[in-house]
């Protein structure tokens, strides 16, 4: 079956400070990858999604950036945080195979930029 | 653009009733994919079901059960004898085809406080 690893669970940085969040999937070969952001209290936002290695979409203008340098392996990172990048981060993938098949997220990250 | 509204922020009820959450949707796709997700306290988003466009036939799923209404463009869902594990924020989404390859980005709905009182 396929799981998806996400780390850290938390993570508290300074502001300036540079990030890095790595997100795996196991069971699995050429999935769609996703990273959202959650504000407190607020619905999901879509940040980048990649249908290959090498292959990143940006949705938000921003400090962050996305890399796959694996087919199942994506990092979000930033090399100055600001105090506007605190949320919760969750990563996703779905199957390559069909249409329309559903995300499954990780466990997410709780990022508190201080 | 493709928009979905949860009207609903927050509700709460006592356990054993049945409440039912609301999704309008908005999309000029005549094809679309429609999801529910279920976030518990603990933060993970769990799937619950997906529905396209062209099957309009309720489904249900144990207290689960799901209505869709193309004509009114919703996507109701409705838990039977709520029980206090059903607190969670539940979401709403649609999906669109944009991109390249088969990736298929999801617009959420706001979400809606599901609290269960025993």
């Known amino acids: 079956s396929q799981t998806i690893h996400q780390w850290p669970a938390t993570l508290v940085q300074p502001v300036g400070s540079p990030l890095s969040l790595e997100c795996t999937v196991e069971?699995?070969?050429?999935?769609?990858l996703y990273w959202y952001r959650q504000a407190a209290g607020r619905g999901l936002q879509l940040l980048f999604y990649s249908v290959g290695i090498g292959q990143i979409s940006s949705e938000v203008p921003q400090n962050l950036s996305a890399s796959r340098p694996q087919d199942r392996q994506f990092i979000l990172s930033s090399k100055k945080l600001l105090l506007s990048d605190s949320g919760f981060y969750l990563c996703?993938?779905?199957?390559?195979?069909?249409?329309?098949?559903?995300?499954?997220f990780g466990d997410g990250t709780r990022l508190s930029i201080l | 653009a493709q928009k979905v509204t949860q009207a609903q922020t927050e509700i709460s009820v006592v356990e054993k009733e049945d409440v039912t959450l609301d999704c309008v949707y908005e999309?000029?796709?005549?094809?679309?994919?429609l999801f529910w997700y279920k976030q518990p306290p603990s933060g993970e988003l769990v799937f619950l079901i997906r529905r396209n466009s062209f099957d309009e036939q309720n489904e249900i799923s144990g207290r689960y059960s799901w209505n869709f209404q193309k004509s009114t463009s919703s996507f109701n869902f409705t838990i039977t004898a709520s029980q206090v594990v059903d607190s969670a924020v539940y979401f709403c989404a649609l999906s669109e085809a944009r991109g390249a390859g088969s990736a298929r980005q999801l617009t959420f709905g706001s979400g809606t406080q599901l609290t269960v009182l025993p």
């Open positions: 996703a993938w779905s199957g390559a195979w069909g249409v329309n098949q559903p995300q499954h």
């Open positions: 999309t000029r796709d005549t094809t679309y994919y």
């Open positions: 069971g699995t070969s050429n999935p769609n």
